[in-house]
Structures are given as structure tokens and as C-alpha cells.
């Protein structure tokens, strides 16, 4: 029978707009997806999910037409199921045991729907906590995930935004054409009915700063704070004009408000010819915008498809969007005019080189085929550095940081799960 698709905004239409590319599934499909589900008493798609959600209970309840018991039963595990279920890379699903003799169940899809059609039908009435009081500096997937299950257990959780909006990296790293923006609110906005505090505009520099909130009676700090500065390659004319890197791109694309971005090219002041280097999700979605914006995209990387860091599905859609997706392509350089601005981007071609060199198979560059693809604005994506403040910070008394950060690189489900693991540690130290 195979995995339903879900529905897509057809290419030719999604590349006028920045408007959310998948649909999701429509009613009927969830009942019979639902169905198909064999209910594992001892469920390897449970064992799956870094979150541990019970995914055979909630399907069960879905399939019983109860959505907002199904969310219910999602939130158990995960305070952010409207986010994965459209950015989660559904590890669950390679473990569904249907994987072996048909396809596996389309459990992120249905997660999806629970969670957008359930909302509609839950009522929560705002809580008020009592406990200690704790800090949350940043406000992306492992913050607030953080600060939903530290306020499930009746802490009084604040947490600190640098932006104007919450959201970090979901909300000004992700365009809205893979998470709207009234989706991200949605959750967020569940997530203060459990008594969470945000105050927005609130930018801590300075260790001073943080460490000056346990006088102020807060009595542990977490720092989520994402990302730091990006990370450098070792290339030659990084800085030559037209050179952005990902999350500045990003940042604008989203801050600027896409719609008036198709209105008003000069909100992003790119050229025609764009090449992005690097092979994860903030690359691909760069690329997508350009796409948006006609203009030509290339995205290069020196591996195999394969070991690209953004999901299967995202690479599909960004194809047939008109992306060129150049593996095996190695960046050198990147080369300017006499105007300092850069003119394309100096690359190598890669190959398998002879497996029985060494036993294995390794990717080597091919002599003297060096080539140079025109671009008159190249965006770096190669990641984050971690922040600086976290090291200065890094094993002070009261203060915690997890283990992983949501950086571009990172994928949503193991942030949140990072948020669920140092909440439990924060919850410990302050019950001794
Ligand atoms: S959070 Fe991700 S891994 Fe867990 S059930 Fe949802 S889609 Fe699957």
C-alpha cells in the first residue's frame, strides 16, 4: 500500500509566494493512515523518537476521531509537536517495523495533523506556578522546551529573548515557507499557558549580566544560547562584497517580512547568480529563497548527496523549485572583481578514489579540474560556533548549558530532546 504523500503546493505556484510548502494530510488520508498502523504492543517507532512519544497511542486515538486526546497524548513527550511535525527528520519512522515489508507509517504527518486540528479543540486555562524561580537565556527548541517541563513541575520559568520575537533559531533561522510563523506562535503560545514568562528585547552580552539574575532571586540559569558567530572556512575572498553568510541571510529574509522581500529586491541586495556552499538545512533553505526571489541557485558541497544534512524531502522539493544541487564540488575560493565584489566561486571536482588503495572507499580531488561557476553573491552555510558567553559561563554553581545547542546543523527533535534531558538536571540540583 506504501506511505501516503502529503499534499504540496505545487512548484510553479510556491515559487510566487512564501507561503508553507507542505499541506500536510488531509482528513481522510489520516483515518487511513491511522488504520494501518499494526499497534505494536512493543513499539520499535517509541524506541525511535528521541522524545519516547507513544506514538502507537496517539495513532490509536486519531484513528478513534479523539485529536485532541492524540495531542494530549503527544505532549506527554513533546511540548513542540506542531514543529516536528514539519521539521522533525523522523528518526521513528526508520524504525517502524513496517519499514522492512511495505513502507512505514507516516508518523510526523500524523503528528502534524493532531497537532494543528487538536489545538483548535483544546481549551487550557493559564497556570500559575509557585516553585523557584529559574532563568532561561534564549527562547529556541531546547528553551522552551526546557521551560515547558521545568513549569510542568511548578517552577516560576523566565525566560530571556535577545530578539524582539521568541523563537530564536525557529523563528529567524527557518523560512516561513517551512514553518509559518502562526504555527511557531501557536506552540508558543501553548507553552505560556503552563505559567512560562518571556520578556523579548532582553540581551544579555556580558557574564556579569547573566550571573547578576541569581541576585535578582532567580535560583538556577540555563543558557540556550544557539549559535555564535559562523563558522570561517579556510577559503580566500570571504570578504569581498556580495559574500553573506547563512544565518544573516536568513535572519533577513525572515525579519524583512518575505512578502515584501519579493516586492522590494533591494530588502536582500543579491545578484542573479547564487551559489551557496554547504550541505545543510539553513543551505538548502538559502538556496530556496533565491529561488523565490528568480533568481538561479547553485548549491555546492564536496560529498555525495546522501551525506547532505537536510532531509530527503527538502532536497526533493528544493530540486523541483529549480535548485542546482552540485555534489562532489569543492569550493577553493572564492574570486572578485576589480570592484571587490565577488564574481563566482572557484571549485574542484571530487572522486571515489580506488577503493583498494586502502580497504575503503575515500573521496580524493580529481588533478587539474578546477572550474569556476559565476555568482555574484555567494552565502557561506557552513554552521555556527558555539557561543562564547557558554564557554565563559560553562561550570559556574547554578548555572547550565546543554549538551546540544539548536544550531543550523542541528535537527529540531534532538534540541528538544537536549531541553527534556537538562531540564531534568536543573529539576534535580534544585530539589537537594
Ligand atoms: S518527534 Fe520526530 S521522531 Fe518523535 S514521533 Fe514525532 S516525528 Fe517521530
Request: aromatic letters at 6%; a neutral charge.
Amino acid at each position: 500500500m506504501g506511505q501516503p504523500s502529503v499534499v504540496i503546493q505545487p512548484p510553479e505556484k510556491r515559487l510566487g509566494n512564501f507561503r508553507e510548502v507542505s499541506l500536510g494530510y488531509p482528513k481522510k488520508i489520516v483515518g487511513d493512515e491511522a488504520q494501518r498502523c499494526p499497534q505494536c504492543a512493543d513499539a520499535l517507532c517509541t524506541f525511535g523518537c528521541p522524545l519516547g512519544v507513544d506514538i502507537p497511542s496517539f495513532i490509536r486515538l486519531l484513528r478513534e476521531g479523539k485529536t485532541a486526546e492524540a495531542l494530549k497524548k503527544i505532549r506527554e513527550q513533546n511540548p513542540l509537536p506542531a514543529i516536528c511535525g514539519r521539521l522533525c527528520p523522523a528518526p521513528c519512522e526508520k524504525a517502524c517495523i513496517l519499514t522492512k515489508e511495505d513502507a512505514p507509517i507516516g508518523v510526523r504527518a500524523l503528528e502534524r495533523y493532531a497537532a494543528d486540528a487538536g489545538r483548535e479543540r483544546l481549551t487550557a486555562r493559564p497556570h500559575v506556578c509557585k516553585g523557584k524561580k529559574i532563568a532561561i537565556i534564549g527562547s529556541g527548541p531546547t528553551g522552551l522546551t526546557a521551560a515547558a517541563e521545568l513549569a510542568k513541575q511548578d517552577f516560576q520559568v523566565t525566560i530571556f529573548e535577545a530578539m524582539e520575537e521568541p523563537g530564536g533559531l525557529l523563528r529567524y533561522g527557518i523560512p516561513e515557507f517551512r514553518l509559518p510563523a502562526d504555527v511557531l506562535n501557536g506552540e508558543i503560545h501553548s507553552l505560556q499557558n503552563l505559567g512560562i514568562e518571556i520578556k523579548t528585547n532582553a540581551l544579555f552580552s556580558k557574564r556579569e549580566n547573566v550571573k547578576r539574575l541569581f541576585q535578582e532571586g532567580f535560583a538556577a540559569i540555563l543558557l540556550t544560547l544557539g549559535g555564535g558567530r559562523p563558522v570561517f572556512p579556510d577559503m580566500p575572498g570571504l570578504n569581498l562584497g556580495g559574500v553573506y553568510f547563512a544565518q544573516e541571510f536568513l535572519m533577513r529574509a525572515r525579519h524583512f517580512k518575505a512578502e515584501r522581500i519579493m516586492r522590494d529586491p533591494y530588502a536582500t541586495n543579491i545578484g542573479n547568480r547564487i551559489v551557496v556552499i554547504g550541505s545543510n538545512h539553513a543551505a538548502l533553505d538559502c538556496a530556496r529563497i533565491a529561488a523565490r526571489l528568480g533568481r538561479e541557485a547553485t548549491v555546492v558541497f564536496p560529498h555525495i548527496e546522501d551525506e547532505m544534512k537536510a532531509v530527503q524531502l527538502e532536497l526533493r522539493e528544493a530540486k523541483a523549485e529549480g535548485v542546482k544541487i552540485d555534489p562532489l564540488t569543492k569550493p577553493l575560493a572564492i574570486v572578485g572583481n576589480d570592484k571587490s565584489l565577488a564574481r563566482g566561486v572557484k571549485c574542484q571536482h571530487m572522486d571515489f578514489a580506488d577503493p583498494h588503495s586502502n580497504g575503503q572507499w575515500q573521496l580524493i580531488p580529481v588533478v587539474e579540474s578546477e572550474f569556476t561557476i559565476e555568482a555574484d553573491t555567494v552565502i557561506v552555510a557552513l554552521g555556527q560556533q558555539r557561543n562564547e558567553m557558554i564557554e565563559e559561563l560553562v561550570g559556574s554553581e547554578g548555572v547550565f548549558v546543554p549538551e546540544q545547542s539548536a544550531s543550523t546543523e542541528g535537527n529540531v527533535v534532538n534540541a528538544i530532546a537536549a531541553g527534556k534531558k537538562i531540564a531534568f538536571q536543573i529539576s534535580e540540583y534544585l530539589k537537594k
